[in-house]
């Protein structure tokens, strides 16, 4: 039921009559809990309403008479089965206000597009206001239809003084109304459930209704006159065509403008674009273009037009939609000032709309490329961090079974002495310490965790090579678990220590040991090697070189082994060596696949300056 100041006056009314009179007995008191049951009944079916303005039943109903409790109960009646009728006048209001902003705005883009027109009803070469009409049946629906035909009416009364008279301006009112609304309701359906354009595909559906439905309702509108014998000294076709190009560009410029104010996230985006320094440069850049093409350079300006490509580019290219929507704005007004600043000037104005629906297109279709890729960058980012969560989580899972094994063994420990009647106090001491001391290996670990899922930071130490080494013997041995795998680490006379987050790293060494595990399987018969060799890169790296003695990695496999979702394996995700590397990189390092008859990977990572 709708939740209307009628209904919501009726209730205060009978707040103040449920609250204050009541009945001491019986049946009558039983009567008044019957109507304070449907009061709260009410209230649950309108959870909407502000807590001031619901039905407040009182649990006592102490004074009150027969007359009394029939008026709650008939103005419960009233409330809940006359709710429909009680909400039709605020519909009104707001249909009303509604047509009120919408009519103005629709009279102001009639009149400052009415230039250059054509023949004896005034047909003009570019037409800004279907895109209001169209835009505001597109997200307020159909309803709006009827005040749309009388705006048109109107505005032909008003900005054309009815060339046909009434009776031929409300049947070409009546057409375009029809016409736009079946616009409407068309595109209303194919970009359900978002009504906005912020995708390539929204884009073209959006430019494809636009230009076949406006040409359609053209031909519709050309007809009429045509019958009425309106065009005798214009040709149906050019006037068609003209009338065409002026609805379709007005649209395909405007209504992008119109969708994106009256879309939240698309308006907080042109707020924070138009906050920025850079977006300032770009606008006056492309501004001065405007008067360049339009001011200074003189004679036509369709033949510079092509000078206002690069800024536009460069405005779409950093601010995506958001951007070509200020850069389309911001040539569209400089063509409207243009054309009225000088009236005497035979400006070719139909050429002129061509180019600015090719620059909009272009400009539109760029910027949503723009915001495409940034949310599949987004994405990709998003997916990779959580492949590093999985990654990682056995490399967690080793560093903290090794402090919690150690714990368990302590308390063990401190069990046993405490079952000894003469411990020492010193002994205990020292046991606790060492617990103490596993706890916090075991919280560092999960703290370093935990930093890195949230904002990627690295937590940069000096480590020994002779470490990782070791570090990768231990993830050998215990990925290899049954199976018999040989492995063997070595490295030169006198490396530098490395600088690096010792998690990530032995993550990488996981990883790629993993792989050579399984890539070794695919050939059981053949004992399974793995080998670890460090060496110096340069004088600020370490190269670390992970070969074992499986097929190797193929040459066309090996150019796309790093993108993310690239797999070589049928149940693998194609994310832990696109993990890998970025860790790598991140460290200032990289890590590749050498060309091998085996299976080898080069892992150059920075040393510490610290000798």
């Known amino acids: 039921m709708p939740q209307t100041r009628v209904g919501r006056l009726r209730l205060g009314k009978l707040l103040e009559v449920a609250s204050r009179k009541g009945v001491q007995h019986g049946e009558r008191e039983q009567q008044c809990a019957d109507g304070f049951d449907r ?38 009646a009233s409330v809940e089965g006359g709710a429909e009728h009680t909400g039709l006048p605020m519909k009104i209001l707001r249909y009303l206000r509604d047509a009120a902003v919408f009519a103005p705005c629709y009279v102001a883009l009639d009149w400052a597009s009415y230039v250059y027109p054509l023949g004896p009803f005034n047909i003009t070469p570019w037409n800004p206001q279907p895109a209001l009409a169209i835009v505001w049946m597109l997200l307020g629906g159909l309803r709006y239809l009827p005040a749309v035909l009388i705006t048109i009416f109107v505005a032909d009364v008003l900005i054309r003084h009815a060339p046909g008279g009434y009776e031929v301006s409300a049947m070409t009112a009546l057409t375009l109304a029809c016409g736009y609304a079946a616009i409407a309701r068309l595109l209303r359906a194919l970009l359900s459930p978002v009504r906005a354009v912020r995708s390539t595909r929204q ?20 007809a009429v006159l045509w019958m009425a014998s309106f065009l005798a000294e214009a040709s149906p076709v050019d006037a068609w065509l003209q009338f065409w190009v002026g609805d379709s560009v007005g649209t395909l410029v ?70 070509a929507l200020i850069a389309v704005t911001i040539v569209q007004l400089g063509v409207i000032v243009a054309i009225h600043r000088d009236a005497s000037t035979a400006f070719p104005v139909l050429e002129l709309q061509a180019f600015v629906a090719a620059l909009a297109l272009t400009a539109l279709y ?11 960058a987004a994405s ?18 080793h560093e903290v079974n090794q402090p919690l094994t150690a714990l368990a063994n ?32 075991a919280g560092e670990v999960v703290r370093r965790l935990r930093d890195f899922f949230r904002t990627g930071t690295t937590q940069l130490e000096s480590v020994p090579v002779d470490q990782v080494l070791a570090s ?16 063997a680490t070595g490295s030169e006379d006198e490396l530098p220590p490395l600088f690096v987050d010792r998690l990530q790293i032995e993550l990488i060494l996981r990883n790629l040991i993993s792989n050579a595990i399984e890539a070794m399987g695919e050939h059981p018969d053949e004992p399974a090697q ?49 993990v890998s590397r970025a860790i790598a990189e991140a460290h200032g390092g990289s890590l590749e696949a050498y060309a091998s008859e085996h299976g080898e990977f080069h892992l150059v990572l920075p040393c510490s300056q610290k000798t």
Not at 39 to 59: A, F
Not at 380 to 397: C, D, I, N, P, S
Request: aromatic share 6%; with cysteine; net charge positive.
């Open 39 to 76: 009061c709260n009944r009410w209230n649950r079916g309108h959870d909407r309403l502000p807590t001031r303005r619901r039905v407040q039943p009182y649990p006592r109903a102490d004074r009150s008479d027969s007359r009394k409790l029939a008026y709650v109960n008939r103005l419960l």
């Open 410 to 441: 302590y308390g063990r420990s401190a069990q046993l002495m405490l079952a000894r009647s003469n411990v020492a106090p010193h002994e205990l001491s020292g046991v606790i310490e060492k617990m103490l001391s596993e706890g916090k290996r």
């Open 203 to 222: 884009l073209t559906v959006f430019s494809a209704v636009t230009i076949g439905g406006t040409a359609v309702v053209s031909a519709a509108f050309i």
């Open 366 to 376: 760029l910027g949503v490329t723009v915001d495409e890729r940034q949310r599949a």
């Open 380 to 397: 990709l980012r998003q997916t990779l961090r959580l492949a590093a969560a999985g990654e990682m989580a056995g490399a967690v899972a």
């Open 472 to 487: 990768a013997q231990r993830i050998a041995t215990q990925l290899g678990g049954s199976k018999h795998i040989s492995i």
């Open 530 to 578: 793995i080998r670890v060799m460090a060496r110096r890169h340069d004088v600020e790296h370490v190269r670390l070189t992970v070969a074992d003695n499986g097929p190797g990695v193929p040459a066309g496999v090996r150019d796309r082994l790093f993108e993310p979702l690239a797999s070589g394996k049928a149940s693998g995700m194609g994310l832990g060596l696109a």
């Open 254 to 323: 405007t209504a992008p403008l119109l969708l994106a104010a009256a879309d939240a996230e698309t308006r907080r985006d042109l707020f924070r674009l138009v906050q920025r320094a850079e977006t300032l440069i770009q606008a006056a850049t492309l501004a001065g273009t405007v008067w360049l093409v339009f001011v200074a350079l003189g004679g036509d300006p369709a033949q510079h037009f092509y000078l206002l490509f690069p800024p536009l580019i460069w405005i779409a290219l950093r601010g995506g939609t958001s951007g």
